[in-house]
Nanobody, 115 residues
């Protein structure tokens, strides 16, 4: 089982930036697909961004051009740089690691964007 610990959430004004981090305690981290999800109150959890072991990245349409996912395999860490934040980005953000044995989740970190 992969243990994931997120950090970097908080309260920020619209238009500002935040960077989330997620450290994974697992061997062969570089082989995992890493992802960020989010869940707003009353809504289903949605995929925000993914980064494959190859480094290929994909984004949900509403965050394209504003969010950047990256990974540092030497540090077993995945990042989500969030720029030009909007109130609708308010949610609990979850880190996920997908490997051959399935998907593991972090505990989540709250991001609140005020207007």
């Amino acid at each position: 089982q992969v243990q994931l610990v997120e950090s970097g959430g908080g309260l920020v004004q619209a238009g500002r930036s935040l960077e989330l981090s997620c450290v994974a305690s697992v061997g062969l981290y570089s082989t995992y697909t890493m992802a960020w999800f989010r869940q707003a109150p009353g809504k289903e959890r949605e995929l925000v961004a993914t980064i494959l072991s190859s480094g290929v990245r994909n984004y949900e349409d509403s965050v394209k051009g504003r969010f950047t996912i990256s990974r540092d395999n030497a540090k077993n860490t995945v990042y989500l740089q969030m720029n030009s934040l909007k109130p609708e980005d308010t949610a609990v953000y979850y880190c996920a690691a997908h490997g051959v044995r399935g998907t593991d989740w972090g505990q989540g970190t709250q991001v609140t964007v005020s207007s």
